[in-house]
């Protein structure tokens, strides 16, 4: 009886044995998903930021394609009207050869000053070349965010493989857990086979079992410290990302206040060139209008000679039309003069117009050559000569084949320039798709040994289900025996029923044999 209580006693204590071993290896298994978990959260993070860096480089190349069309635009508004300029062109020499005599002394002044406008072209010229350096620069800080973007995203891949490396060893640390548990499941096995034999030599071993299950709990208790530090540095990555990401927003936000900034310059800058055209309009009328007055007074003259010629005796009311013509003549004079005087108010205006013009080119490029080019034929149409125009119109055809040119740089090199960002944009797109591969063949990986691990747990049960049943069957074996005994000690006089129970104890010690064997045989096959 003392040793089948015995038995009793280190069969329950390796079942509580059993069942720590099996609440370790789920909170293992939670500790899995949970980091699994992590990860899939680690990968939706970066898909979003390789989004959003995506959308801002669309959004880029937008911008890049709305200015480029922009600048075709205005190239064809040019030509258009350098082709209308040079038929107002072709008008005005003809009615140029009349008045060389009167603007002689005007042309010598307007080209002074047209001298002085071409000095400040040339200056705007060398601006508008500065602020085509200044946008180069832009586009390299541009390249030079994209390739620390990508920077950033190839460390946010270290970090997954770091992370990746460290479950391995985790998986290691569990496998040599689990041969661990293997051995100790042996030991109990070999334990078990000398239960009725040898109890010391159980003793001792159940105090190596004791020392090995504490070597195992440092184990987990270390390797969960390990994974807390882990999680911790994943959540110090993952804000210094958020800070990061933050940080890229407000830049973009700078840039589109200033492009936004420059928009509304733009449209200023436009505002005013409609209104200077509405003036050159209006002079131009006015000058249509002088021109046919002294046609009609030359008509005029033409007519009162023929009746001069014709009719001699009328020469005295002849002269009194002719001083009377004459007076017209100087009262028509006179308003040219107050004209030239307005336009030269005009022209003083149109030059505040270009200071206030250099001002606003610091911010907008493509506007200031307009409106200079603008003023310079406006100033060209007024005040020069049929030689002086004829050079304008050559030098005005000159700039505007310069500015083909530079214009069909300026394309080829954002060309270029998109070129190379589409040619990053697909490395780093291979990466990224090489590392999702890299991850799911991993996450493949762990759930094949998350199942395996389930399958074992499934048997550990099973296990101890037919260890409970095996054990409920002892039970009932010893207390048959306690009543045969007590059945003994009542019928002491009749040997016949003792050799009887005698047998049946026999019997009985045989079947607890057996049932100890079978245990012994289900736990090396579930170890």
């Known amino acids: 009886k003392e040793k089948c209580n015995n038995l009793q006693d280190e069969n329950n204590n390796k079942t509580s044995e059993i069942s720590v071993f099996s609440l370790n290896l789920k909170q293992l298994q939670n500790d899995l998903e949970c980091k699994e978990k992590e990860i899939i959260a680690l990968k939706e993070d970066s898909s979003k930021e390789i989004m959003t860096l995506k959308n801002d480089i669309a959004n880029l190349k937008n911008t890049y394609t709305t200015q480029s069309v922009d600048f075709e635009t205005r190239e064809n508004t040019l030509m258009t009207e350098i082709n209308s300029l040079k038929q107002s062109l072709l008008e005005i020499r003809k009615g140029s050869e009349k008045k060389d005599e009167q603007?002689?002394?005007?042309?010598?002044?307007?080209?002074?000053?047209?001298?002085?406008?071409?000095?400040?072209?040339?200056?705007?010229?060398?601006?508008?070349?500065?602020?085509?350096?200044?946008?180069?620069?832009?586009?390299k800080e541009l390249k030079n965010q994209v390739d620390v973007q990508t920077d950033k995203s190839k460390a946010a891949s270290d970090t997954n493989d770091r992370l990746m490396s460290d479950n391995e060893a985790l998986k290691k640390e569990l496998e040599r857990s689990k041969q661990n548990e293997k051995k100790s499941e042996e030991r109990v096995a070999e334990l078990s086979s000398h239960l009725k034999q040898e109890l010391e030599k159980e003793l001792e071993t159940k105090s190596s079992l004791e020392v090995e299950l504490e070597k195992s709990r440092r184990s987990v208790g270390e390797v969960q410290g390990t994974l807390q530090a882990k999680l911790s540095t994943l959540d110090k990555d993952r804000e210094n990302l958020a800070i990061e990401v933050k940080e890229y927003r407000i830049r973009v936000e700078e840039m589109e206040?200033?492009?936004?900034?420059?928009?509304?310059?733009?449209?200023?800058?436009?505002?005013?060139?409609?209104?200077?055209?509405?003036?050159?309009?209006?002079?131009?009328?006015?000058?249509?209008?002088?021109?046919?007055?002294?046609?009609?007074?030359?008509?005029?003259?033409?007519?009162?000679?023929?009746?001069?010629?014709?009719?001699?005796?009328?020469?005295?009311?002849?002269?009194v039309q002719l001083l009377q013509n004459v007076e017209q003549l100087k009262e028509d004079n006179e308003r040219q003069l107050d004209k030239i005087k307005e336009s030269d108010k005009t022209i003083q205006e149109i030059k505040e117009e270009l200071k206030k013009a250099k001002d606003d080119a610091l911010h907008s490029s493509s506007k200031s050559e307009e409106t200079a080019n603008d003023l310079r034929k406006q100033l060209s149409q007024l005040s020069?000569?049929?030689?002086?125009?004829q050079e304008t119109v050559s030098q005005g055809e000159a700039a505007m084949a310069e500015i083909k040119i530079e214009m069909e740089e300026l394309k080829s090199r954002g060309e270029g320039k998109a070129k190379t960002l589409e040619n990053e944009l697909a490395a780093i797109k291979s990466q990224l798709e090489m590392d999702y591969k890299q991850l799911g063949n991993e996450k493949d990986i762990?759930?094949?040994?998350?199942?395996?691990?389930e399958e074992k747990a499934k048997l550990l049960d099973s296990s101890l289900e037919k260890e409970k049943t095996l054990l409920?069957?002892?039970?009932?074996?010893?207390?048959?025996?306690?009543?045969?005994?007590?059945s003994l000690n009542a019928l002491k006089d009749t040997p016949l029923e003792i050799e009887k129970l005698n047998k049946e104890i026999v019997r009985i010690n045989e079947?607890?044999?057996?049932?100890?064997?079978?245990?012994?045989?289900?736990?090396?096959?579930?170890?």
Do not use: H, P
């Open 103 to 139: 603007l002689k002394s005007s042309a010598e002044n307007y080209s002074k000053q047209i001298r002085a406008l071409e000095e400040k072209l040339v200056e705007k010229a060398n601006q508008i070349l500065s602020y085509e350096s200044e946008y180069e620069n832009k586009l």
């Open 384 to 389: 020069l000569d049929k030689n002086k125009l």
């Open 472 to 486: 409920e069957e002892i039970d009932t074996k010893q207390k048959e025996i306690e009543r045969i005994q007590f």
């Open 257 to 319: 206040r200033e492009l936004t900034s420059r928009k509304r310059k733009e449209v200023e800058l436009e505002d005013k060139c409609s209104v200077v055209a509405k003036e050159k309009d209006s002079l131009k009328f006015d000058l249509e209008e002088k021109i046919k007055t002294l046609s009609a007074n030359l008509e005029n003259l033409r007519k009162e000679k023929d009746n001069a010629d014709s009719a001699v005796g009328n020469k005295d009311v002849e002269i």
């Open 511 to 527: 079947l607890n044999q057996k049932l100890t064997n079978d245990l012994m045989n289900e736990q090396a096959a579930s170890a």
């Open 446 to 453: 762990l759930e094949k040994k998350l199942k395996e691990s």
